[in-house]
């Protein structure tokens, strides 16, 4: 799978737009980008996921490049509660990696009030 | 739907003593996997199926055995526990990982060895 790199942390003020870059310069063509976070030691909580395009749903967007190197993650309105670290998976459909998800350092994203 | 539900939520164990980490999920996913996450170190794989009766080793399988035999139960079994598995565990399904549909967590179990 390739690896990502995201920036360890950011701050973001609450009711602003948090925006979170991740770059997977080595992504290849069956691999998806997928956005997990972790609140305190709770389990992994899906946000997001995208193979090419651009997706919304009702957490957050997610942006690809159309080179798909790099991806970012945004909400819209963060609030306390996306305190949170913020991890930036790829991952391929099946092969040999099959269903596994590598989880990195994520980037720990601070929202002030 | 419950999602995934694990127990038990906490445990403490000898070394040496065996026992078994539920899993179940009743959203009818095919995918099942187990992950331990350790200090700076990330969520590691250590087993993982991909529907009921097929199962194989993740990255780091050794000292647990799991099984499938139904659609809805993955339970993850230490045979020996020892203060190296101290550790939290998680428990994820998904739909299909063969068209990329996302893995949903449980709770997990936090797991201490003495």
């Not at chain 2, 539920?22 to 996913?29: E, R």
């Amino acid at each position: 799978d390739a690896k990502t790199t995201q920036p360890t942390s950011m701050d973001c003020a609450e009711g602003r737009a948090a925006n979170l870059p991740c770059n997977h310069s080595t992504i290849s063509g069956n691999e998806y980008v997928y956005w997990y976070r972790q609140i305190h030691s709770q389990g992994p909580q899906y946000i997001i996921h995208g193979l090419k395009n651009n997706e919304t749903n009702e957490m957050a967007s997610l942006i690809i490049t159309e080179d798909r190197k790099s991806s970012t993650l945004i909400l819209p309105h963060a609030t306390l509660r996306d305190t949170a670290v913020y991890y930036c998976i790829v991952s391929s459909a099946g092969g040999t990696s099959y269903g596994k998800l590598t989880f990195g350092q994520g980037t720990i994203l601070t929202v002030h009030p | 739907n419950a999602g995934v539900t694990q127990t038990p939520k906490f445990q403490v164990l000898k070394t040496g003593q065996s026992m078994t980490l539920q899993c179940a999920q009743d959203m009818n996913h095919e995918y099942m996997s187990w992950y331990r996450q350790d200090p700076g170190m990330g969520l590691r794989l250590i087993h993982y199926s991909v529907g009921a009766g097929i199962t194989d080793q993740g990255e780091v399988p050794n000292g647990y055995n799991v099984s499938r035999s139904t659609t809805e139960d993955f339970p993850l079994r230490l045979l020996s526990a020892a203060p190296s598995q101290t550790s939290v565990y998680f428990c994820a399904s998904s739909y299909s990982i063969a068209s990329g549909q996302p893995q949903h967590f449980g709770d997990g179990t936090r797991l201490s060895i003495l």
